[in-house]
């Protein structure tokens, strides 16, 4: 590879990051057209390695491009939204009705550490990550490791609605409540308690932003 391709490549490596990170942060709403000047003055980059970086980020399921109209972030149906979230709390409840005794909890833990620190920094895209993670940690305690892939598909789906949430939920609610909802669950999973962690389940506010 060339210097000068070298150079290109990075540049799209650079406008996937910076978009990838609004879009999954919340910074920027499913629907949201992608405006090729505005986009190429703001990451100063030149309109081939910003078309190359919204190829790959389309390819990812998260720019969809509608003909005659431009890029956009992707967006799902509310009946889609509301769908995956059923399956997501299906799985759930799988999981911890099925989960054997003395799991290690260590990735929860650590999920958990990482909601903590990404909350204190105030950083969108690590807690958004964090979110997801936890969760997927909860349901691989289950040790179902098809369950578990399956439910993290589920949930690359919906991460754009629920970092939309969690914005939305910032600007009415304390940036610890969300800290303390996912320390419940885990005390919950800690004691083992299946109808404990449901209740924490269901009390998770998950679908309380949807509305868009």
Same mark, same amino acid.
Not at 27 to 33: F, H, S
Not at 71 to 94: C, F, K
Not at 138 to 167: D, P
């Given at each position: 590879? &060339?210097?000068? =391709?070298?150079?290109?490549?990075?540049?799209?490596?650079?406008?996937?990051?910076?978009?990838?990170?609004?879009?999954?942060?919340?910074?920027?709403?499913?629907?949201? @057209?992608?405006?090729?000047?505005?986009?190429?003055?703001?990451? %100063?980059? &030149?309109?081939?390695?910003?078309?190359?970086?919204?190829?790959?980020?389309?390819?990812?399921?998260?720019? =969809?491009?509608?003909? @005659?109209?431009?890029?956009?972030?992707?967006?799902?149906?509310? $009946?889609?939204? %509301?769908?995956?979230?059923?399956?997501? #709390?299906?799985?759930?409840?799988?999981? +911890?009705? &099925?989960?054997?005794t003395g799991a290690d909890l260590a %990735?929860?833990?650590?999920?958990?550490?990482?909601?903590?620190? *990404?909350? #204190?920094?105030?950083?969108?895209? =690590?807690?958004?990550?964090?979110?997801?993670?936890?969760?997927? =940690?909860? +349901?691989?305690? &289950? %040790?179902?490791?098809?369950?578990? *892939?399956?439910?993290?598909?589920?949930? +690359?789906?919906?991460?754009?609605?629920?970092?939309?949430?969690?914005?939305?939920?910032?600007?009415? $609610? @304390?940036?610890?409540?969300?800290?303390?909802?996912?320390?419940?669950?885990?005390?919950?999973?800690?004691?083992?308690?299946?109808?404990?962690?449901?209740? $924490?389940?269901? $009390?998770?506010?998950?679908?309380?932003?949807?509305?868009?």
């Open positions: 590879m &060339s210097d000068g =391709e070298l150079a290109a490549y990075s540049l799209v490596e650079l406008a996937v990051d910076r978009l990838r990170r609004d879009i999954l942060s919340g910074r920027t709403d499913p629907g949201e @057209r992608l405006v090729e000047e505005q986009l190429t003055k703001r990451l %100063g980059i &030149s309109r081939a390695p910003l078309r190359e970086a919204m190829r790959l980020l389309a390819e990812q399921g998260l720019v =969809e491009h509608i003909p @005659r109209r431009g890029a956009r972030v992707a967006t799902l149906s509310d $009946a889609d939204v %509301g769908e995956l979230y059923e399956i997501r #709390d299906i799985l759930e409840r799988h999981a +911890v009705t &099925s989960r054997p %990735g929860l833990r650590s999920a958990l550490d990482v909601i903590r620190a *990404a909350t #204190d920094q105030d950083d969108r895209l =690590e807690l958004a990550n964090a979110h997801r993670r936890f969760h997927v =940690e909860v +349901v691989a305690l &289950s %040790g179902n490791r098809q369950l578990t *892939a399956l439910y993290e598909t589920v949930l +690359v789906k919906i991460q754009l609605y629920m970092a939309v949430n969690m914005r939305r939920e910032a600007e009415v $609610a @304390r940036a610890e409540d969300g800290v303390l909802r996912h320390e419940r669950l885990f005390a919950a999973v800690e004691r083992g308690d299946a109808t404990e962690i449901l209740t $924490a389940l269901s $009390a998770h506010g998950a679908r309380t932003y949807l509305t868009r």
